[in-house]
């Protein structure tokens, strides 16, 4: 599948920049900091402002610096065109506003990063409706679908629990019947996976995690696939109807979502990405090969009621894991024993760091209940089996053996 198509992506992504002829010969695009560019002929600013001719014209629509970024991440995701952001959920809540309106309905996985969840739910109160199923069967998409949904959006591995999103079966669903699919590949990264190969119309990435990779910039991606047929979809403003149609989508993002809203990705952090995605394919696969390890190595230890992992065969969508990834990615969760205190646990690590991000080269952990799903109340964490001793594992690059070192020392002492 994607991962044979994906082969050489790692070798034109380190000579992106420099292939593009950049002055003096750097090998890296540079910074450009200017937030206006001067045109000697006025009608060229004119022509710019109306999309008759490329370049720049304010730094809050667009950059130098970040449209390098966005071709790299285009060139990842094997898409048709790329809209960066501030974060990964100016990305999603940029594309959500810009394309559905009151009166619409979105069908969503309930398996989804915490803030992505709680922006759903305050969609509902601009009069989108948002239903929430279970996407690692198709079936629950298709028996949520009503006559006035718009979209299906889902992650393809799920924080924290790891559940698998029925990709391909849903992507089939989607363009029988005309729906938007995005697909949120943040997890998996585009090495492991492309969504485009499962027919997803949009794919977003928060670039601060495994593309960055080394937890030094915030960052958000939105990647037109070309495959939707933006002519039959009604939420589009006849002004951004130029062109061909597979690319009013982007447009129209770009323009209503990131020039009007405003959440510009900075063009150092823009520099800081594109760097660090150069090494994507060789992190996704060292801390692909730790994270089955330890989980493997945490499956076994008596300490341990649960692994989260979908390399795991034990693990629930296994075999769709298996089907759909080049790799089962570096994130996952362990539930300690009823002996262990998690915070006494975390607090003994001295290689592992308590921290909130994900697909940093270090790795992190942070106990979920008590953080990044506090707000849900205990009510709701427990009708997602998110339970107070669950501890969240992003899996860096680090020597393996040092790790199960770490993590054998701390569980080795049990606490009252």
């Known amino acids: 599948m994607s991962r044979r198509k994906n082969r050489h992506i790692a070798t034109q992504l380190l000579h992106n920049d420099y292939q593009t002829g950049i002055q003096h010969g750097s090998l890296h695009q540079p910074v450009h900091n200017s937030v206006a560019y001067g045109y000697s002929q006025s009608r060229d600013l004119a022509d710019v402002f ?17 449209s390098a970024l966005e071709s790299k991440i285009t060139l990842l995701e094997q898409g048709l065109a790329s809209c960066c952001f501030a974060s990964g959920m100016a990305a999603i809540s940029a594309t959500m506003l810009t394309l559905l309106r009151a009166g619409d309905h979105l069908v969503s996985s309930s398996f989804l990063f915490g803030n992505t969840n709680s922006f759903f739910n305050t969609l509902t109160t601009y009069g989108i409706e948002v239903t929430f199923v279970d996407a690692t069967d198709v079936q629950n998409i298709i028996d949520a679908t009503q006559a006035n949904t718009k979209a299906v959006f889902v992650e393809t591995i799920a924080n924290p629990r790891t559940q698998v999103s029925d990709l391909a079966r849903i992507g089939e669903y989607c363009a029988e019947q005309g729906l938007l699919y995005i697909v949120d590949n943040t997890l998996t990264t585009p090495i492991a996976f492309q969504p485009r190969d ?8 928060s670039l ?8 030094n910039a915030l960052g958000g991606a939105v990647t037109e696939t070309g495959i939707f047929d933006w002519s039959s979809y009604a939420n589009i403003y006849d002004i951004y109807k130029k062109g061909e149609s597979n690319s009013w989508g982007i447009l129209q993002i770009r323009k209503k979502g990131l020039r009007d809203m405003g959440a510009t990705l900075s063009p150092e952090a823009a520099h800081a990405i594109a760097v660090g995605s150069e090494t994507l394919s060789m ?12 989980a493997n190595f945490f499956a076994e230890h008596p300490m341990i009621n649960q692994v989260f992992y979908p390399g795991l065969k034990s693990h629930q969508e296994h075999l769709l894991a298996t ?9 996952m969760s362990i539930e300690l024993h009823e002996d262990i205190n998690c915070f006494n646990f975390l607090d003994r690590l001295e290689l592992v760091i308590s921290a909130s991000n994900l697909g940093d080269n270090r790795t992190l952990a942070i106990p979920v209940a008590h953080t990044i799903f506090y707000e849900m109340g205990a009510e709701r964490r427990a009708s997602m089996g998110i339970s107070d001793g669950l501890i969240r594992l992003s899996i860096g690059i680090e020597d393996v053996d040092s790790l199960i070192e770490d993590f054998s020392r701390s569980l080795s002492v049990t606490s009252l």
Not at 208 to 215: L, M, N
């Open 208 to 215: 601060t995690k495994y593309i960055g990779g080394h937890g």
């Open 50 to 66: 109306q999309g008759k001719q490329s370049g720049y014209a304010y730094g809050r629509a667009s950059n130098p610096t970040v």
């Open 283 to 294: 992190r996704v696969k060292k801390s692909s090969e730790n994270a089955l390890t330890l």
């Open 198 to 205: 499962v027919k997803a119309g949009l794919i977003i990435n």
């Open 323 to 331: 089907e759909l990834f080049g790799s089962y990615g570096s994130l």
